[in-house]
């Protein structure tokens, strides 16, 4: 099938990719040129596993142009995948979606035949059918259902992993209105045999929010029993593997340690929050969720002074900067509250990440940044683990103070060594 990608963000390029790889034609759209050049060079943009890869072997079934007409105008499904951040107040910013249903729109009005527009960005329900559906209406003169089919199908990718779970996806959520839109989703979904779950379009986007708020609810649930238990010298990940046989709990997302970061899972639950305020709900359990987590990470400075009574002039190392392994993605990283609050209380602080040191350094480019974990570990009189990386497993803590916010087993061999949640 011929499909359009707006968006060349993770989400975009790794699903557009994917489609390649099953035999589909791609075109990808985004407005960043460099990020345009680079994907046609089969230059993967952000650095994901297996990408380049997936470029490198699809490279006749996919270019990048900025040209929305030429897009819509040579594919039959549009995914829309462009990013929906936080706003201040923790609502949703619709701004990139809006704009590109208008664009979609526009180049509608000049197209013949039934086009597919798919919301893949994370949206609230009720966004797709009241805000695009209008959008799109009112640029192409054309209706919603029947002369364009309009779906939403939300993506469950994790950062890292992101073209493994495209192909091994544990179910594909396609929330529709019109059989038409379902017929044509339903072929290009054909070569996956996972769990299809077809349901009106307010689902499917609520789906996607209630997943990923109950995803963050359990590692909030996972600290709070985690900080329990360290005042009780009770092993934490024992508790929830015992926990996570029970059939009815499963045991994955209970790695208690300093909270969750990335961009889905803090903007996901905070967009949720402010919508139930905007409907009169207090929803107590999420708010609950976003505030154990903003503490979470602080946790390990509060440790720290327990083993060195000021910070001040100290030279303090952080091991990790993403906010998890195998990604260069900073936003909302549990590095940034603690880096801050290190810098408040007058520490020098050196880090190092495999990946993330060029993002890391737009945020904060006067701290100091080594070459390898092993030197951050040399130089510093106290280190802190922030992500799990695996080289991280393999450097020489000893003789160190280490305080683990990622559960490296290996850390252990230092002189001091203290868990977060252990
Ligand atoms: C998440 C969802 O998992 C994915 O389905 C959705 O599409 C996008 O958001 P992602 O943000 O890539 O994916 O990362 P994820 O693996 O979910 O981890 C999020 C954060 O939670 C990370 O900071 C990670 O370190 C933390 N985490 C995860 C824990 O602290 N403990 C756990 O047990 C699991």
Known sequence: MEISVIGCGYVGLV???????????????????????????????IYEPGLEELMRRNGGRFYATNDYQEAISNSEISFICVGTPSKEDGSIDLSHVKAS??????SLRNKDGYHVVVVKSTVLPGTTENVVR?????????????????????????????VEDFFNPDRIVIGI??????????ELYSPFNCPKLITDIKTAEMIKYANNAFLATKISF??????ICKKLGIDVYEVFKGVGLDHRINPAFFRAGIGFGGSCLPKDVRALIAKAGELGEEPKIL????????RQPLRMIEL???HMSSLEGKTIGILGLAFKPDTDDVRESRAIPIVEK????????IAYDPKAIDNFSKIFPHIEYAKSGQEVVDRSDALLIVTEWKEFGELNYRGKIVVDGRRIDKAREALVYEGVCW
């Open 134 to 162: 209008q959008i799109i209406e009112e640029m192409s003169g054309k209706k919603a259902f029947i002369d364009f089919g309009l779906a939403v199908n939300p993506e469950f990718l994790r950062e890292g992993n992101a």
């Open 15 to 45: 699903t557009g990719l994917g489609f390649a790889e099953l035999g589909n034609s791609v075109i990808f759209v985004d407005s960043d040129e460099f990020k345009l050049k680079l994907i046609n060079a089969l230059k993967p943009p």
């Open 342 to 349: 290190l810098l408040e209380e007058k520490a020098k602080v």
């Open 222 to 227: 996972a600290n709070e029993i985690g900080n």
């Open 177 to 186: 209105r019109d059989e038409k839109t379902r017929e044509i989703l339903e």
């Open 304 to 306: 720290l002074k327990k």
């Open 101 to 106: 249903a208008r664009q979609i729109g526009e």
């Open 287 to 294: 708010k609950a969720v976003i505030e154990v987590n903003e």
